[in-house]
C-alpha cells in the first residue's frame, strides 16, 4: 500500500494559528466588556427606576396631608428598599396658600440626589377650629403632629 503524500502548502501554518488565536482573544475581550457595560446601564437604569417610583410614593404622600407646612424632613426606606433615603422639602412661594415641595431621593453612602421631584401645591386656608378637628383626629389614630 503506498501512502499519499502532501504537498507542503496543504494545512495551516503556525503563525496562521497564532494569529488567529490572538484576533479570537481581542474579540472576546471586546464581548466580555461590551456585556459588562450593558449590565452597569441596566443596573443603573433600575436604580434609577425604583428611585423614580420612591420619589412618586413619598410625594404622593406629602400633598396628600392637609396640614402641611413649610419646612424640611428626611428619612429611610428600610423595610422594602434598603439603602435609598428621602428628603422632602416644602417652601412658600409668593402666592397665599401655595407651596413649591420637593422630594428628593439619595442611594448608597451618597449624598448626591439619584432623582428629584418638584410640584406646586395648594393649600385650602382653613379655620383653626377645622384644623384644631383634624389634629385632634389624627392623634386619636396614632398618626403624626
Do not use: C
Not at 8 to 33: D, H
Not at 67 to 74: I, M, Q
Not at 121 to 139: D, K, N
Amino acid at each position: 500500500m503506498r501512502s499519499r503524500t502532501y504537498p507542503a502548502t496543504a494545512g495551516f501554518s503556525l503563525v496562521e494559528i497564532l494569529v488567529a488565536i490572538v484576533i479570537l482573544g481581542f474579540g472576546l475581550v471586546g464581548m466580555s466588556q461590551a456585556i459588562t457595560t450593558a449590565l452597569s446601564a441596566s443596573q443603573d437604569a433600575e436604580h434609577h427606576t425604583t428611585a423614580v417610583m420612591l420619589a412618586a410614593g413619598q410625594m404622593e404622600e406629602l400633598v396628600m396631608d392637609p396640614l402641611l407646612t413649610a419646612g424640611e424632613n428626611e428619612g429611610v426606606f428600610e423595610a422594602v428598599f434598603p439603602g435609598y433615603r428621602w428628603k422632602t422639602s416644602v417652601v412658600e412661594t409668593d402666592q397665599d396658600g401655595l407651596l413649591e415641595a420637593t422630594v428628593s431621593i439619595e442611594k448608597g453612602e451618597s449624598t448626591v440626589s439619584v432623582f428629584e421631584l418638584k410640584t406646586l401645591v395648594f393649600i385650602q386656608p382653613m379655620t383653626s377650629s377645622e384644623e384644631e378637628s383634624l389634629r385632634a383626629s389624627r392623634t386619636r389614630r396614632g398618626g403624626g403632629p
